[in-house]
């Protein structure tokens, strides 16, 4: 069955990379709206005289922090920065890290030329990285009602971190822990995302938690989450008897 999903999922996000290639409304610089353009052509303004919901309009855009909004397109398949559900034509968006720290949290507002707001979270994402981000209320996206505007509340995280005490593989879709130390560990906190070989797949995080694991013991948590790829490591932390 996880087998099943997963080829599942790698064929959904092959169809959202194809609408990602193939969304021209805020992929490239579109045409201004006809009143500018007429504007523009009486009395000879140049483009960069452009008004600035037309350059708000051009992707990729930098919400801050060093985290760039990739594109904005339409994906049908399940939500799983809501209640997982399965959607059509869903608002996603792809954001990438390119600032030298991870980014902890960020809170992204989009917003449509008819006032509609489209909203989304992204959690501990790291330096390098990229993610698919779904509307968190489920909105659809069809490109129809163009967003002329992004802005993001973004914290930077530089704690996301590796605790080398605990070893950490994925196995069977789960993570195995090892305690290496000849000390037992208490608040083994694991971090992780599901990966779909170079992009996460959901905005959100994940997080497990092992109250306590003895000298050289060994533990598999779940992550039923990641059921669209594998689960992915972010961080590792622990804390001392």
Wanted: charged content about 15%.
């Amino acid at each position: 069955m996880k087998h099943l999903l997963r080829a599942m999922g790698a064929a959904m996000l092959a169809a959202l990379l194809l609408s990602a290639c193939s969304t021209p409304q805020e992929q490239t610089e579109p045409s201004a709206p006809q009143t500018t353009q007429a504007t523009q052509a009486a009395t000879g303004a140049t483009e960069e005289s452009a008004t600035e919901a037309e350059e708000l309009l051009a992707l990729p855009r930098d919400l801050g922090s060093g985290l760039t909004l990739q594109a904005v397109l339409p994906f049908s398949g399940p939500n799983v920065d809501a209640d997982g559900a399965e959607s059509d034509q869903l608002a996603t968006i792809i954001v990438q890290n390119d600032g030298g720290m991870a980014v902890g949290a960020a809170d992204i507002t989009l917003t449509c030329e008819d006032g509609a707001e489209l909203r989304f979270r992204v959690t501990d994402l790291p330096v390098g990285g990229s993610c698919y981000a779904f509307e968190l209320n489920s909105a659809q996206y069809t490109g129809e009602n163009r967003v002329c505007a992004a802005s993001a509340e973004v914290e930077p995280d530089g704690s996301l971190s590796v605790d080398y005490r605990v070893s950490v593989m994925v196995q069977d879709g789960g993570l195995f822990l090892v305690n290496m130390t000849e000390d037992t560990l208490h608040n083994v906190t694991v971090r992780y995302r599901t990966d779909t070989g170079g992009t996460y797949f959901g905005g959100l995080s994940y997080t497990a938690t092992v109250e306590e694991l003895a000298p050289g013991a060994s533990q598999t948590v779940l992550a039923a989450e990641c059921y669209m790829g594998l689960p992915s490591v972010i961080a590792v932390s622990a804390d001392e008897s």
